[in-house]
């Protein structure tokens, strides 16, 4: 349905492949790929008509060819020049974010690189960091190859003006990320029984997956429980699911000959100090109204 909207190129470097629909509002919508079906393929550009609204509200979508979890040098800053350049020429008011898994991840992420009102986030990682996910063995053809982590996990970057609106599924699989979210102040934070990581294909199956992202947007919290309360939704508490604390990766050493093999843990990728946002290098938060983002320093 994709082809309803016009959407052209923004961006076509080999690392950042960004594209523009222009709405009629003065609401951006940041729209995030995910990882895509196919890890030979260049994921797509997702939630055409969810996050255009129809048509309505301008959209900046983003792709990451390398799956980076927004770790891949300058990325962004690149972002944050391509929302700019909307938000001058468009009259922007109102910034959100919207994406699936890794997509969701980054969603949330860059609510604190600007001044995002507010965050749809379906099936997001925690993280992907090898010193709090150890235990999460998806993705790590993409994970691997990360050398230097300048985003650890979502915990570092949460912001409290802004409204997050975070589902996951309830299958064990996704435990070890859903369940480390935190319980906080501005996040409504619902769990699908009978669901896998495909919160969207789901939302789809059921006919609803534009309203819920519509609702979400418009922060009508109330309107969404009620629209997701026939599928069995339920809040998600510390009682129907603990937080989970980091569980650092475990490998095996190569066993010298005749020696047991011991197992060790990981050395961290990046120390503490640089695994946070540097504000010493990157001006804080962009405001809509004023029409500028953050810029690279």
């Known amino acids: 349905m994709a082809d309803r909207f016009e959407i052209t190129p923004l961006r076509t470097d080999p690392d950042l492949l960004t594209y523009q629909h222009k709405g009629s509002n003065s609401r951006l919508v940041i729209c ?98 090898p010193d709090i996910a150890g235990n999460e063995h998806r993705w790590r053809n993409w994970v691997d190859p990360i050398s230097d982590f300048r985003i650890r996990s979502v915990d570092d970057h949460w912001v409290n003006e802004t409204a997050y609106h975070v589902i996951h599924g309830n299958h064990n699989r996704d435990k070890f990320q859903r369940d480390r979210f935190p319980i906080r102040a501005g996040l409504v934070h619902t769990i699908l029984p009978d669901t896998t990581h495909a919160v969207p ?17 418009n922060n009508r919290t109330r309107r969404v429980r009620q629209l997701l309360e026939p599928m069995g939704a339920y809040r998600r508490t510390t009682e129907n699911h603990p937080i989970l604390g980091p569980s650092p990766r475990v490998v095996e050493t190569p066993a010298a000959p005749n020696a047991t093999t011991i197992k060790v843990k990981t050395a961290a990728k990046t120390s503490m100090g640089a695994a946070k946002k540097a504000t010493t290098t990157t001006p804080k938060k962009a405001t809509a109204s004023r029409t500028k983002t953050k810029a690279a320093s």
């Not at 944050?80 to 008011?93: F, N, R, Y």
């Not at 294909?201 to 819920?212: A, H, M, P, T």
């Open 201 to 217: 294909q789901r939302l789809k199956r059921e006919g609803i997956l534009d309203q819920v992202v519509s609702l979400c947007l």
């Open 32 to 129: 995030l790929s995910g990882v895509g079906k196919d890890s030979e393929d260049i994921p797509p550009y997702e939630f055409a008509r969810s996050a255009t609204e129809n048509g309505q509200n301008h959209v900046l979508f983003v792709v990451d060819p390398n799956r980076t979890w927004l770790n891949g040098a300058g990325i962004i800053e690149r972002i944050l020049e391509d929302t700019a350049k909307i938000v001058d020429s468009c009259g922007i008011t109102s910034i959100c974010t919207l994406g699936h898994s890794m997509g969701g991840f980054a969603a949330i992420v860059l609510a604190d690189f600007m001044e995002v009102d507010t965050v749809v986030s379906l099936a997001p990682q925690h993280s992907v960091h």
